[in-house]
């Protein structure tokens, strides 16, 4: 068992979780189709939330370290249109990126935009930033 204070719950022996046996959030989803392409498999269907964070944890310690990709330090990325949550609404921290670089470009903050949508215009804004 922890002592207070270290680690955290989402530390926790995922056989512990309270909640281990629901589906996988959008977010578990999302995260795992993206270790997965990078490491060239498939995502098994139906998966709890407690599967997946062990499979998630299971790709992300299999991943080759950066240097040794053969992209060099760039990671592998799936294009957006291909993003198992693509459709969704942007997220928080989507929308408030893109306000600071709107901000930062003297231009309005798109609105109303999907996550992939807004990943793209995250990388507009960004060119547009780069000197």
Same mark, same amino acid.
């Given at each position: =068992?922890?002592? @207070? *204070?270290?680690?955290?719950d989402a530390e926790k022996d995922s056989s512990q979780w309270v909640t281990g046996d629901?589906? =996988? &959030? *959008?977010? @578990?989803?999302?995260? /795992?189709e993206t270790l997965a392409h @990078? +490491?060239?498999?498939t995502v098994p269907e139906g998966l709890t939330k407690a #599967? +997946? $964070?062990?499979?998630?944890? #299971? /790709? @992300? $310690? $299999? +991943?080759?370290p950066a240097g040794d990709s053969p992209e060099g330090n760039q990671p592998v990325e799936r294009? %957006?249109?291909?993003?198992v &949550?693509?459709?969704?609404? =942007? %997220?928080?921290p989507q929308a408030s990126y893109?306000? %600071? /670089?709107a901000q930062q470009a003297g231009t309005e903050p798109p609105t109303g935009l999907s996550k992939s949508q807004a990943s793209r215009a995250i990388?507009? /804004?960004r060119a547009k930033a780069t000197p």
């Open positions: =068992m922890k002592a @207070q *204070g270290e680690g955290s629901e589906p =996988m &959030t *959008g977010p @578990q989803a999302s995260y /795992l @990078q +490491a060239g498999e #599967r +997946a $964070s062990d499979e998630i944890e #299971r /790709l @992300q $310690s $299999s +991943a080759a294009p %957006t249109d291909e993003w &949550t693509g459709e969704e609404p =942007m %997220t928080g893109l306000e %600071t /670089l990388d507009e /804004l």
